[in-house]
């Protein structure tokens, strides 16, 4: 597995060294697997869903054919049956009898194939004729993989499907009983939605409901996050105190994407021991690189929506958006226009409603660098 230039990446999977702790979620998660449980993994965004998959592949025994496929980038059926097939053709691509089988197979079916000139990865497009013809070649697919043995198919922003232009419940309830017949794979659907991929999975009316076990995906524990932190900067003669990782950790909200972030302009930008002010500067660099795409945003709403989008930043989590004391702290009118934008901003996923450990709901900014942005205006 190839190494990252700084121990703190901000894409991609290299390995558990650089991975901090999920060692519960990775042990559960596998468990599932292996009993033959598929698995719904929710999480709000950049909370390290897709990490977690690629880390559960790489603890699964070799004999484990192991598939990822960003449901999110498939803007079609089409488009999910040919990025499914090259997904399976890459898993498969490390054991040549496999390979053999699957290539012959596909090779029938014409596709035109090319390696994505980034990641390296091999491509392919079919030209189907029809949704039915998509739909015998996924099966034949599942069923050639099933035949090879253990194998995960992830398909992580799987609500994604509700956005092509098809019935996408015909689709739900077909690739549920295609699903249903495998013996050897099993599933991880995942993703940020947590609305639709709810009602996906846990309304009695979809063809998904209660087939699977649910994992809902927190933030990493803090004191596990220090201890990676330090122990980072000291493998590279690096020195970093308690109190500067809290100081990254509160900034960051403990989102994972976040401390990622500023963990690595952190660690850059340190010459012996890091200190407040290489944070505070590393924070207003990334406050600088966002400012225009936050700009932008504003202009996209009406002067209203972006002082409730303001308002909810200030005060951070907001448990009664309707309540007296915060409409006249922020002086926002009427509780009617309130929600009207809270309607708004949350249909655009800038704000999104949390439970905390005692189960009580709250609204908060989804993106944490704007709302640490705009608390400080
Ligand atoms: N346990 C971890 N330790 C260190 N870095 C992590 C960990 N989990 C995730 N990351 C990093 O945090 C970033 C966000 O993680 P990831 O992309 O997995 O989140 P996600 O929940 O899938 O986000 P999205 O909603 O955008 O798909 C990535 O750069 C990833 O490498
Ligand atoms: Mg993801």
């Known amino acids: 597995m190839a190494e990252p230039f700084n121990p703190f990446p901000i894409y991609g999977y290299f390995g558990p060294s650089y991975f901090c702790n999920r060692q519960r979620e990775k042990e559960n998660i596998i468990s599932a697997l292996r009993n033959g449980r598929n698995i719904t ?6 909370i390290g869903k897709t990490g977690l998959i690629h880390h559960v592949f790489h603890h699964l025994d070799k004999k484990w054919n192991c598939v990822y496929l960003d449901v999110q980038e498939a803007f079609s059926f089409k488009d999910f049956t040919n990025a499914l097939l090259a997904a399976v053709l890459n898993s498969v691509s490390k054991n040549n009898s496999v390979l053999k089988k699957f290539q012959e197979w596909i090779l029938t ?18 030209d189907f ?13 599942l069923r050639l993989l099933d035949s090879f043995g253990p194998g995960v198919i992830a398909l992580d922003e799987f609500q994604q499907i509700n956005a092509w232009d098809t019935d996408s419940i015909s689709i739900e ?10 013996k050897n794979i ?3 659907f995942s993703g940020s939605q947590f609305h639709l991929l709810s009602e996906m999975f846990n309304s009695a009316k979809r063809p998904f409901y209660a087939s699977t076990q649910a994992f809902a995906l927190g933030k990493i524990n803090a004191s596990d996050y220090i201890t990676f932190i330090q122990q980072h900067f000291k493998d590279n003669r690096l020195k970093i105190g308690k109190e500067e990782i809290s100081q990254i950790l509160s900034w960051a909200d403990g989102n994972t994407y976040n401390i990622q972030l500023l963990c690595n302009r952190v660690f850059s930008k340190t010459k012996k021991e890091t200190n407040r002010e290489v944070i505070d500067e590393s924070i207003l660099e990334i406050y600088a690189e966002n400012k225009l795409s936050y700009l932008a945003l504003s202009t996209s709403m009406s002067r209203y929506q972006w002082r409730v989008l303001t308002a909810i930043a200030q005060q951070g989590k907001v448990y009664q958006i309707t309540s007296k004391d915060f409409i006249t702290t922020y002086d926002l009118g009427s509780s ?11 249909s655009r996923e800038l704000v999104y409603q949390y439970l905390d450990d005692a189960g009580k709901p709250f609204y908060e900014i989804y993106d944490i660098i704007l709302m640490r942005w705009l608390q400080k205006k």
């Open 186 to 188: 099993r599933f991880i």
């Open 129 to 141: 004729a029809s949704d039915a013809q998509q739909r015998t070649t996924v099966k034949e697919a």
């Open 109 to 126: 079916l014409r596709p035109v194939m090319s390696a994505n000139p980034h990641s390296g990865s091999l491509q392919l497009e079919i």
């Open 41 to 46: 993994l929710y999480a709000p965004r950049r």
């Open 336 to 346: 009617a226009s309130v929600l009207r934008a809270l309607e708004f901003l949350t």
């Open 173 to 182: 309830g077909w690739l549920r009983s295609e699903v249903q017949q495998l």
